[in-house]
């Protein structure tokens, strides 16, 4: 029963990426990066090195295509800090692996719903 559960989940989250607008593209990247980022916090505290290391990974690599998709030159400073925030981001992940520090994970975890957030209260157009 999970393996069809996790098949209709994944045909979900494709249905969800092939009708998504650019801005809806980017929520969906902060939300993933959330699961993530909340797998690995319980995780840690069940002592799973495996699954934490995973959910991480997976994090950073969300993360990092966050920052790939900012426009540095059209984004002026805005741009330029996100790019600095999220490599602060990456780096404490790194750091919270290797630490197994569930409040390192919960810092970015904040930080990253802060600009959620932000995004989300954005008109469509703003967000192009």
């Not at 989940?9 to 809806?24: C, F, M, R, T, Y």
């Not at 916090?41 to 997976?58: N, P, Q, T």
Request: aromatic share 4%.
């Amino acid at each position: 029963m999970n393996a069809v559960v996790s098949a209709y989940q994944q045909l979900d989250v494709i249905g969800q990426i092939a009708n998504a607008s650019p801005k809806e593209l980017i929520s969906l990247l902060f939300s993933g990066a959330n699961a993530k980022l909340s797998r690995a916090m319980g995780c840690i505290r069940h002592d799973d090195f495996v699954g934490k290391a995973e959910a991480l990974s997976s994090a950073m690599e969300i993360i990092e295509g966050l920052r790939q998709s900012l426009d540095l030159e059209k984004g002026g400073e805005l741009a330029g800090n996100l790019n600095e925030l999220y490599q602060y981001c990456v780096r404490r992940l790194l750091r919270a692996n290797i630490d197994h520090d569930e409040s390192a994970v919960a810092e970015v975890a904040s930080l990253l719903k802060t600009v959620a957030d932000a995004w989300d209260a954005l008109e469509p157009e703003v967000a192009e």
